[in-house]
């Protein structure tokens, strides 16, 4: 079982930067990646950036150059540091985990963290 627990969301202006925390507990051993997802009203779900457990990143096209992925290893903890935001960035974040052990393989989600960004 793994718990993750958004943070760090809330209003910045366009132009502005917020980071992301996403802190897991519990199996962690067991994830293999974890990924920063996010849905704006009436769109689908869509990947933001990903990070292994190697630490080999993939941030999305619409966010090149403006968002980081990163983790710390000591709290378990992923963050996305966010800047220049527009306001098409406005969306609720939410973190996943990809955990297996043998044959099970599971996804984890947290419960999101709100982002808006007013123009």
């Known amino acids: 079982q793994v718990q993750l627990v958004e943070s760090g969301g809330g209003l910045v202006q366009a132009g502005g930067s917020l980071r992301l925390s996403c802190a897991a507990h519990?199996?962690?051993?067991?994830?293999?990646?974890m990924c920063w997802y996010r849905q704006a009203p009436g769109k689908q779900r869509e990947l933001v950036a990903s990070?292994?457990?190697?630490?080999?990143?993939n941030v999305a096209a619409p966010v090149m150059g403006r968002f980081t992925i990163s983790r710390d290893d000591s709290t378990d903890t992923v963050y996305l540091q966010m800047e220049r935001l527009k306001p098409e960035d406005t969306a609720v974040y939410y973190c996943?985990?990809?955990?297996?052990?043998?044959?099970?393989?599971?996804?984890?989600w947290g419960l999101g963290t709100q982002v808006t960004v007013s123009s």
């Open positions: 990070i292994t457990s190697y630490g080999s990143t």
């Open positions: 996943h985990a990809d955990w297996s052990a043998g044959w099970d393989r599971r996804d984890y």
């Open positions: 519990g199996s962690v051993y067991s994830i293999n990646s």
